[in-house]
Nanobody, 121 residues
């Protein structure tokens, strides 16, 4: 399974950050897998942002829920992230990942390589 993030590397403050994750080797509709977004600001830890499930249900971090939208295109086997009203604090490496929900714990078993998004004017 391979995941690849794509999108602009520079976004201006107050604008919308948009990223796409292209998946190969598995279908994003496969049972028991969610497809998520995680970010890591410079010098800080990983932060879970949200995910979209195999049925299309969405799940968001309470902290970012008001600014985050995750969607999917099953024909292209892609899922997307939109983060509105960005500030420089949203500067981070953004990762997409597959989340295995088939066990009694969730595991992010495949990750993209990550893409740096800088918020700056």
């Amino acid at each position: 399974v391979q995941l690849q993030e794509s999108g602009p590397g520079l976004v201006k403050p107050s604008q919308t950050l948009s990223l796409t994750c292209t998946v190969s080797g598995d279908a994003i509709t496969t049972n028991y897998y969610h497809w998520g977004w995680i970010r890591q600001p410079p010098g800080k830890g990983l932060e879970y942002m949200g995910a979209i499930g195999y049925s299309g249900s969405t799940y968001y971090s309470p902290i970012l829920k008001s600014r985050t939208s995750i969607a999917r295109d099953t024909s292209s086997n892609q899922f997307t992230l939109q983060l509105i009203s960005v500030t420089p604090e949203d500067t981070a490496v953004y990762y997409c990942a597959r989340i295995d929900t088939s066990r009694n714990y969730y595991a992010m078993d495949y990750w993209g390589e990550g893409t740096l998004v800088t918020v700056s004017s």
